[in-house]
């Protein structure tokens, strides 16, 4: 199921950096973790981007690694400001998710 795009857009950063915060990755990966929790329809034009902006941000470090696969890919992990943005992301996130919630079942 496609998510609307631009309610997408307000909650990727936060998506993102919850799957950083995992562990060291690259973008395919981050991607296929997206479409594997419903999340799906976000191409590499969209995720780039947020890529970038979170690195430029100092939220995330890039460095760039061999591939067992191929060529060399940039390998993306969260940094100490990171996980705080991602704490309030998740704070955040669940004041919004609970004020919609009793909106929507106030009939």
Do not use: H, N
């Not at 950096?17 to 999340?39: D, M, N, P, W």
């Amino acid at each position: 199921m496609a998510v609307d795009t631009q309610l997408l857009k307000g909650i990727l950063e936060g998506c993102v950096l919850g799957i950083i915060v995992r562990g060291e990755t690259y973008g395919y990966e981050i991607l296929s973790e997206l479409e594997k929790t419903g999340l799906a329809g976000i191409g590499e034009g969209t995720l780039y981007p947020v890529l970038t902006r979170l690195d430029k941000q100092g939220y995330i470090t890039c460095r760039r690694g061999k591939s067992p696969l191929g060529p060399i890919r940039k390998y993306y992990s969260i940094t100490p400001e990171g996980r705080e943005k991602l704490q309030s992301f998740q704070a955040d996130f669940q004041t919004i998710v609970a004020s919609v919630e009793q909106i929507l079942e106030s009939k």
